[in-house]
């Protein structure tokens, strides 16, 4: 199985920057694109940016220029780097991780979600 465990959100004033951190643990034996979703109340998660496992990225329009996203593969962790916050950027974030791993002595795909970390700014 695996398992993401979330961390760095919190509050923050317009202008500030936060530092979000998803990291992977388990039976895991590759994990190829790593993601980060945003959700507000009533609506569907959204992608702020992913990136594969060979380092490209990419970004929705509200973030570029002010998120940077990044993997540390020997930790099995994607980060997102968020400058320059907007009170707009209030959701929470989710990380969604896909790759392989053991099971029951086969490789098996996964793709799993974080248990989400509130991001607030205020104005």
């Known amino acids: 199985q695996v398992h993401l465990v979330e961390s760095g959100g919190g509050l923050v004033q317009a202008g500030g920057s936060l530092r979000l951190s998803c990291a992977a643990s388990?039976?895991?034996?590759?994990?190829?694109?790593m993601e980060w979703y945003y959700q507000t109340p009533g609506k569907q998660r959204e992608l702020v940016a992913d990136?594969?496992?060979?380092?490209?990225?990419r970004y929705a329009d509200s973030a570029k220029g002010r998120f940077t996203i990044s993997r540390d593969n020997a930790k099995n962790t994607v980060y997102l780097q968020m400058n320059s916050l907007e009170p707009e950027d209030t959701a929470v974030y989710y990380c969604l991780v896909h790759g392989r791993y053991y099971s029951g002595g086969t490789l098996a795909n996964f793709a799993s979600w974080g248990q989400g970390t509130q991001v607030t700014v205020s104005s």
């Open positions: 388990g039976t895991i034996f590759s994990i190829n694109r």
């Open positions: 990136i594969t496992n060979g380092g490209s990225t």
